[in-house]
């Protein structure tokens, strides 16, 4: 078995180097529009003790997330927590002197009216957050096409590139093939100031894009001759 062993590591060590191996990449983009919508929305309290804002603080939020519940309907209005904390109010000259805190409800999904409506009727919330994205479903539908278009390319650039240095035909030694995810992009919202007995019906105002997927190609193929 030795014997094998040292054998084999021989011949690796005598193997010439590749030869008419061409590295190259492609890669592939396309714009479709954004269909998810994800709006924040946030409470703010500060005081002098740490368990008042905090209580301040979960009143709001537990009344605004009964609210979302009601409305909400899986993959259309989608209703999370987001961030809760009370921090330190520090003086200019040092030393505390007092408390703040802030919550966030964060509605997602992909009725865009639905969720720009129930954004703007919470009461005690003020948006502090839009941001737009795709879809799993559409995101996956889309990479699947642009991959294809990607794959393509790299297939007619290695054909092109052999025949243009003198060669016949050529074989994929090693792809890689990579998505670029099509991650939530902030947009601008106008945020509103809301005491906490205020309530509006007034839908938030939102406009989504489109969104950029791509995918790129790259590796190495194997010239061979005519």
Known sequence: MALLLS??????QTLPPPQNVLQLSASATTEVPQDLLAITVSVQREGGDASAVQSQLKQVLDAALAEARKAARPGQ??????????????????GVNGWQGRADLVL?????????????????????????????????KVEGDVAAQAIGRFKARAES?????????????EVNVGQA??????????????????????????????????????????????
Do not use: C
């Open 181 to 226: 995810d099509a991650a939530f992009q902030q947009g601008m919202p106008r945020v509103r100031a809301m005491s906490a007995s205020m309530a509006t019906d007034e839908a938030v105002p939102v406009e989504a894009g489109k969104a950029s997927v791509s995918v790129t190609v790259n590796g190495s193929v194997q010239m061979s001759p005519r």
């Open 108 to 140: 997602e999904g992909r009725d865009m009216p639905a969720i720009s409506q129930l954004a703007g009727r919470l009461s005690g919330m003020a948006v502090s957050n839009v941001a737009y994205g795709l879809a799993r479903e559409t995101r996956e």
């Open 161 to 173: 590139y052999a025949r243009q240095f003198g060669f016949g035909s050529y074989s994929i030694r």
């Open 7 to 12: 054998t084999a590591v021989a011949q690796a």
């Open 77 to 94: 209005l989608d209703v999370r927590t987001g961030s809760f904390g009370v921090y330190p109010r520090y003086a200019p000259k040092g």
